[in-house]
């Protein structure tokens, strides 16, 4: 027999890149510091924990579907109706279900050039087209999306802060892009890191939702409440938009663990507080202490900060990445976002920011030396 044709997937599926996650080992034998996705350096709550625990009582038993004491919890928590919530597995699975629901071959998906990957993935997987436009300083540029948008546009994605770039758009601006954006066509705010903000002008988007039927909020549970490997994400959609969403969703799509988990993290205020606190303390110190050694370091609000080795004589990212790794502190590289001599670190515990200053500083005195 002839060896057979492989089944062929639609032809936009061959061009996405398979989504890298950030590495969790470096070439070190010592104490590994992976400061490479964001996962917070105080883990979950312990009563989030504790719940997970408890779920190993009935394996057996299929989740409730319908995730409705989680939706409850979550809608008592940032006092929104509970009905107009839907939960995933992970914030990237509601994406995909929003890219599958609402995309078709020709239709046009438009993001900004440093934005979120899963945003190219999901419109690819959909059969659809990417639309990519250019920032401004590492920001996104409201005008440059509307500059965009065609008769074919059916979403607009925005991340909001933006990761890998740290930067946020003003609920002001999102609210100017949303103004002007075509009735029909679907803007999909991604906040996953909105409990770390700490600005006067921003907004998650929640009223935006509220008041209108084109506008959808996505969530994670992945990053302020430190559940990441249990995945665990929500959106926040108007009715018609839920009752679509519930079509394309597997019938039992968030696990038990992750549902009673995800109810005891909202409960314990306290350590969303602490953890809040954590960053916002690290955050400017981290900023200045890296520019001190010559690598600029761009605003951020979220839980992390982009470093440029472009600035100094000899600096690369690959290179420094190679160093750090071999010192077991694990940065993430962005070439995938557009930014090859940058490197995203996630803020860490104090032991495991100092180590990436003093590795840092090393690397930096052997372009001095070199
Ligand atoms: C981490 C992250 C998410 C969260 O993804 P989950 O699937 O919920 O873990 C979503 N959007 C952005 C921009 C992120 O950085």
């Not at 609402?102 to 945003?119: K, Q």
Request: glycine share 8%; charged share 20%; proline share 5%.
């Amino acid at each position: 027999m002839s060896a057979a044709k492989s089944p062929e997937p639609r032809p936009s599926v061959l061009e996405i890149a398979a989504y890298i996650p950030g590495r969790a080992k470096g070439g070190s034998a010592g104490k590994q510091h992976k400061l490479s996705s964001n996962e917070n350096p105080l883990g979950p709550s312990p009563e989030a924990r504790e719940a997970f625990l408890s779920a190993a009582q009935s394996l057996e038993r299929y989740p409730d579907g319908s995730a409705t004491d989680l939706r409850e919890a979550i809608a008592s928590a940032y006092g929104l109706k509970a009905d107009r919530i839907i939960c995933g597995n992970g914030s990237d699975e509601i994406l995909a279900m929003i890219a599958n629901a609402y995309l078709r071959e020709g239709d046009e998906a438009v993001f900004t050039e440093h934005a979120f990957l899963v945003y190219r993935i999901v419109t690819l997987a959909a059969g659809a087209t990417p639309v990519v436009v250019k920032e401004t300083d590492l920001t996104v540029d409201v005008d440059a999306i509307l500059a965009a948008v065609t008769d074919k546009t059916r979403i607009v994605f925005l991340a909001n802060p933006n990761n890998p770039t740290g930067s946020y758009t003003s609920i002001n601006e999102v609210r100017r892009l949303r103004d002007s954006l075509p009735a029909g066509v679907l803007l999909v705010i991604d906040a996953a890191y909105a409990e770390y903000v700490q600005k006067n002008d921003y907004e998650a988007g929640i009223e935006l939702v509220a008041t209108r039927n084109d506008t959808i909020m996505t969530r994670t549970f992945s990053k302020i409440y430190g559940l990441a490997a249990l995945r665990l994400g929500w959106a926040y959609a108007p009715e018609a938009v839920i009752n679509t969403l519930h079509r394309v969703r597997g019938p039992f799509n968030v696990n038990a663990a992750a549902l009673a988990a995800g109810v005891a993290a909202l409960k314990d205020r306290a350590h969303t507080d602490r953890s809040i606190a954590h960053n916002a303390r690290w955050l400017p110190e981290l900023r200045e202490r890296i520019a001190a050694l010559g690598f600029p370091v761009a605003p951020s609000v979220g839980n992390f900060v982009l470093i440029d080795f472009s600035a100094v004589p000899g600096g690369d990212a690959g290179a420094a990445d190679e160093f750090l790794s071999a010192r077991g502190v694990i940065l993430r590289r962005v070439s995938a976002y557009g930014l090859p001599q940058m490197l995203r670190m996630t803020v860490g515990d104090d032991e495991s920011n100092e180590a990436t200053i003093a590795a840092l500083r090393a690397y930096r005195d052997t372009l001095n030396n070199g």
